[in-house]
Every structure is written in C-alpha cells, then in structure tokens.
C-alpha cells in the first residue's frame, strides 16, 4: 500500500521560507515521477514541480521558477521542495504526487497547509 505523507508546512512571512518533505512508503521515490501541487482557496490544484524518474531533471511552475526547488534523497525515499522568497500569493494546501507513466499521478499525499502573510 502506497502512503505518501508530507511535512514542514506552517506560517511565514513574506520573504520567508520553508521546506517541505514527503516521505514515501510502498514505492520507491526514485523510479516514480514526483511532483509538487497546490491548491489556494477557491481555487483548482496547479501544478508546481516535478522530478523526472529517469534523469531527476526538475521542473517548475512559472510563478515558482527561481524561488522553489524540489530535490529528492534516494537513501530517505523523500522528496522535498525548498521554498525561498515566499509570497502571500503562495499560500495553499502543499500536496505530494507521485505517477509511474506520463498519463495521470496515480498517488497523493493528505497535504500541508502553508500561509504566507503580507
């Protein structure tokens, strides 16, 4: 059974940062795409990142590119996103997602709420 359970959420101020985790159980990290959501308020989940399986090349969101960094420890079975230079605009529920084909993220973590205050 696959879990996926994140951490490190919390409140900040703007300028602030913070570090997510996400500890996987039941697959291994490193031959799944991992991928960073969010969903503000009234709003649809976006996407924010993800790590490619096969090369661990990164991707990110426009709004991110530049302040977040998503990395991942093999030895942990963890995937973490780095936030630097946090705006109020950031404030949602964090979730982790992992897929094993291109086609749809098959597992999802409860998520973790980040606020960010002006």
């Known amino acids: 059974q696959v879990h996926l359970v994140e951490s490190g959420g919390g409140a900040v101020q703007a300028g602030g940062s913070l570090r997510l985790s996400c500890v996987a159980s039941?697959?291994?990290?490193?031959?799944?795409?991992m991928a960073w959501f969010r969903q503000a308020p009234g709003k649809d989940r976006e996407f924010v990142s993800r790590?490619?399986?096969?090369?661990?090349?990164?991707y990110y969101a426009d709004s991110v590119k530049g302040r977040f960094t998503m990395s991942r420890d093999d030895a942990k079975n963890t995937v973490y996103l780095q936030m630097n230079s946090l705006k109020s605009e950031d404030t949602a529920v964090y979730y982790c997602?992992?897929?094993?084909?291109?086609?749809?993220?098959?597992?999802w973590g409860q998520g973790t709420q980040v606020t960010v205050s002006s």
């Open positions: 997602a992992a897929r094993s084909t291109a086609f749809r993220w098959d597992y």
């Open positions: 039941g697959l291994t990290v490193s031959t799944y795409g």
């Open positions: 790590i490619s399986a096969s090369t661990g090349s990164t």
